[in-house]
């Protein structure tokens, strides 16, 4: 049986709150200010993150960003084996996109393929003039060529840990942990899973 044990603290409330608050600075100085810019979290933990950095970004600038909510499950390469019937929530943008400059925000930056998926829902909705991606994590290991403009944090990771973040708004605490899969044998002990 496969369990997951964790394995060390990454970031606690005060380390994801600092680097929330330097992204924020980040995204207001490459972008010469906000104007035009649309945060647009990626369901689940992406959606608290953009909204936490538009409240940051507000407290700079003095300017209440529009904050998205975009659902990409309809657009991932791997729905046929995420569930016969996978649930699909709504796509909420309260702006028109075209000609704005997109800030897509997800929790963990991994393989590329969740990043993928949003370029493509995004652009089902129309033509932005730029998109940029701001992730609280890169943990590396990309599988497409996709980078993040702005990053919290970069955790080298190996295939067989994890990346757990938690948040407040979803989880009732603010953590992020590397957990490492391990493997129960036969008489109850715990070994690491060889990948």
């Known amino acids: 049986m496969v369990q997951l044990a964790e394995k060390a603290l990454i970031m606690d409330e005060q380390g994801i709150r600092r680097a929330l608050i330097r992204v924020a600075h980040e995204i207001i100085e490459k972008n010469k200010g906000v104007s035009k810019v649309v945060l647009v979290g990626i369901r689940t933990r992406g959606v608290p993150l953009a909204e936490r950095l538009a409240r940051e970004i507000e407290k700079i600038e003095g300017i209440a960003l529009p904050v998205g909510i975009l659902d990409i499950t309809l657009y991932r390469d791997d729905l046929s084996t995420l569930s016969y019937q996978p649930i699909v929530h709504e796509t909420q943008i309260p702006v028109d996109i075209n000609g704005k400059k997109i800030i897509l925000v ?22 932005p003039k730029t998109i940029q991606l701001a992730v609280l994590i890169d943990r590396g290991h990309r599988e497409l060529p996709i980078r993040a403009d702005y990053v ?10 994890i990346v757990s973040v938690q948040l407040a708004g979803i989880d009732r605490v603010d953590l992020v942990f590397i957990k490492e899969i391990v493997e129960e044998n036969g008489n109850g002990s715990i070994q690491e899973e060889l990948c």
């Open 106 to 127: 997800d929790d963990v930056l991994y393989t590329g393929r969740t990043v993928r998926a949003a370029l493509d829902a995004l652009i089902d909705l129309g033509r």
């Open 152 to 161: 919290g944090k970069n955790v080298p990771t190996s295939h067989k840990e």
